[in-house]
T-cell receptor, first 114, second 115 residues
Framework: DGGITQSPKYLFRKEGQNVTLSCEQN?????MYWYRQDPGQGLRLIYY???????QKGDIAEGYSVSREKKESFPLTVTSAQKNPTAFYLC?????????????FGPGTRLTVL | AQSVTQLDSQVPVFEEAPVELRCNYS??????LFWYVQYPNQGLQLLLK??????LVKSINGFEAEFNKSQTSFHLRKPSVHISDTAEYFC?????????????FGAGTTVTVRA
């Protein structure tokens, strides 16, 4: 089955630690995205990548880093510089070249900082 | 840049009653419009989209949305809801001209269907 997988589903970390969230897709999509979801705020874009070895900052990139070494993988690192990292993180992907941007989402990772 | 306003954060509704979720957007350019649904602790699923053509679009599970260009709205409706429609619904827009593959989301509307 084609889709997007995110792991782990739940993640706990202590303050001051970096943590990496995994996102893998087998849809052969060129573009991948990371969003942060907080109650009552909808989804906010952290980073996105339209091609391997290239990525752009979204609206709330501070305290986060990404890499795109493979087409199917787009890991997100939440660094200790992120002031309020507890949130639900969603990864998405889409085709590049379509006239419109329909994004497909993974199941999410819920990060809790203790 | 676009912005999306979902006018209701919470919508309680009884089973088999109709529901309407309101979405307004602001944009200086033409847009594509989407509704996504999120069930508890899951990712988002595309419910329906407006790209061009008929301003009324429908999903396979009974939802419909109408694009109104003059009012910059894309309200979502269902004439008779089921318990299984309990979820959070997000309206989203993307820039038709610029097409930088970025979606702008509203804050979401939580629909709770009661028996």
């Amino acid at each position: 089955d084609g889709g997007i997988t995110q792991s782990p589903k739940y993640l706990f970390r202590k303050e001051g630690q970096n943590v990496t969230l995994s996102c893998e897709q087998n849809l052969n999509h060129d573009a991948m995205y990371w969003y942060r979801q907080d109650p009552g705020q909808g989804l906010r874009l952290i980073y996105y990548s339209q091609i391997v070895n290239d990525f752009q900052k979204g609206d709330i990139a501070e305290g986060y880093s990404v890499s795109r070494e493979k087409k199917e993988s787009f890991p997100l690192t939440v660094t200790s510089a992120q002031k309020n990292p507890t949130a639900f993180y969603l990864c998405a992907s889409s085709i590049v070249g379509e006239a419109y941007n329909e994004q497909f989402f993974g199941p999410g990772t819920r990060l809790t900082v203790l | 840049a676009q912005s999306v306003t979902q006018l209701d954060s919470q919508v309680p509704v009884f089973e088999e009653a109709p529901v309407e979720l309101r979405c307004n957007y602001s944009s200086s350019v033409s847009v594509y419009l989407f509704w996504y649904v999120q069930y508890p602790n899951q990712g988002l699923q595309l419910l329906l989209k407006y790209l061009s053509g008929s301003t009324l679009v429908k999903s396979i599970n009974g939802f419909e949305a109408e694009f109104n260009k003059s009012q910059t709205s894309f309200h979502l409706r269902k004439p008779s809801v089921h318990i299984s429609d309990t979820a959070e619904y997000f309206c989203a827009v993307s820039d038709r001209i610029r097409n930088d593959y970025k979606l702008s989301f509203g804050a979401g509307t939580t629909v709770t269907v009661r028996a």
